[in-house]
């Protein structure tokens, strides 16, 4: 398998995966590349989510690529359209090619000896091993289970005489035509679903055990489709980019600041939605704006479906399946025909692969993040993982920057490897989102990086912050142990790039 010794080999081919391959591509073309997907398509999450309606939850203007802009003006795009975005960026970086599918990582291990890391993946369709080796290694594979959501099992489902379906496994074969369908849940994937099934279905009610926030965008960027006639090129879809990312910074930091200020902002602004008469306890959460991320609807649909009676929304714990539907510990019964489990997701971390060095088995949950894309003690190794409170790719599309310039600081002075090294005392308790009371955070807490007490150890989810810290700021730093290509793996080198 020695014919298999890429510079870099990427986990994932969905945004943050092909994202990093296309700046490999632009910044270090000399560079040995390859990327290995379990699935049999790229696209990771915008291929394996196929429920109605489904969408991105950020404007696509500072979720697209910062070198391959949006140029549409939908504000939030459907899936089909981001799969497209995906596979032709891929294609205009010929990276086709380069892409291994159907293969699960489920080992790596660094060799100090052979200064590579060594992967053992698996064939999904055949179930045979291949060893991959590579000088560097990115992790882009998301943050929850591809295999599994997340799932609580209810008192009396056995009862229930309809059918029950996890958004994240939506079989092809699901007729909801006219049909009273119960969906639960409040977060994204619950405001995404109601107002789409809405359409067709006899009714849909959204339950939910508390509120969520929920705000209108507009569903087209009409400002920027004017700018766009009368500006040359890409110039507005950049321009709207920056005016955006500046907007995500700005609203996020004055809900930390003056959180019951724009709690009464978003809430006003959901009344003037749904009507005067609309009961607000439905949309008024206990907890304060960015405690958990909040729910964007483009033009309002969600409380237009509402307004209209072609759904409702109910509040309340649920006490037990029945034969027709599910009852409330308040009494009340919910009547339904198809119940959609839109309850969250599972953390994986890794994609699960287990990483190890020298055969010694690290945890990631016991290590921090250096700049919020390499690990601590773990050579080589860049982990992307994308803002919680603003566009995930904004914080891919730094990581993918920074790692190519640290590739070329190496290569100028003859380094094989690179190490993250804390001082004692750096660590705390905390893992880097503790601060986010989302379910599916606080559910999976103990497998995430833990929280640096300063930089460049501490996650701050602050895009101008990690732009100093990954792109303005010196690649070289006290905190990183380099260490030199071995005169052997140097004449070795060349016989691996043609390879």
Known sequence: MRNDIYDVLIIGAGLSGIGAACHLARECPDKRVAIVERRENMGGTWDLFRYPGIRSDSDMLSFSYDFQPWNKLQVLADGTSIRDYISQTAAEYQLDDKIHYGLQVSEANWSSEEQCWILQATSQRSGETRQFRSRFLMSCTGYYNYDSGYRPEFTGEADFRGRIVHPQHWPEDLDYRGKRVLVIGSGATAVTLVPAMAATAGHVTMLQRSPSYVY??????????????????????????????????????????????????????????????????????????????????????????????????????????????????????????????????????????????????????????????????????????GYTNASWTLKADLAGRYVCRLLKHMDERGLASVTPRAPAGMSEEAGILDSLQAGYVQRGRRQ???????????????????????????????????????SAHRRQAPAARAA
């Not at 509040?315 to 409330?328: A, D, P, W």
């Not at 150890?457 to 990954?470: A, G, P």
Request: glycine share 8%; charged share 25%.
């Open 448 to 486: 995430l990086p833990r929280q640096g007490r300063q930089a460049p150890w501490r996650v701050e989810m602050d895009y101008r912050h990690d732009v100093r810290q990954l792109l303005e700021r010196p690649v070289d730093d006290p905190s990183l142990a380099f260490a030199p290509v071995k």
């Open 216 to 385: 209108s965008l507009p569903a087209e960027d009409r400002l920027t489709g004017v700018l766009a006639r009368l500006l040359p090129g890409d110039l507005a879809y950049r321009f709207a980019r920056r005016r955006n990312i500046i907007l995500q910074q700005l609203t996020f930091k004055a809900c930390r600041r003056w959180p019951k200020f724009m709690r009464r902002h978003l809430l006003r602004k959901a009344r003037q939605q749904l009507g005067p008469d609309f009961d607000m306890r439905h949309f008024s959460p206990a907890y304060m704006p960015w405690d958990e991320r909040l729910c964007a609807v483009p033009d309002g649909d969600l409380f237009r479906v509402l307004r209209e009676g072609s759904a409702s929304v109910a509040t309340g714990h649920i006490e037990r399946f029945t034969e027709n539907g599910v009852l409330l510990r308040s009494g009340e019964t919910l009547e339904a025909d198809i119940i959609i489990t839109a309850t969250g997701l599972n953390l994986q971390m890794m994609g699960g692969m287990g990483v190890s060095v020298d055969g010694q088995r690290m945890r990631l949950e016991e290590q921090m993040t250096y700049r919020g894309a390499l690990v601590q003690n773990l050579p080589n190794l860049a982990w992307f993982f």
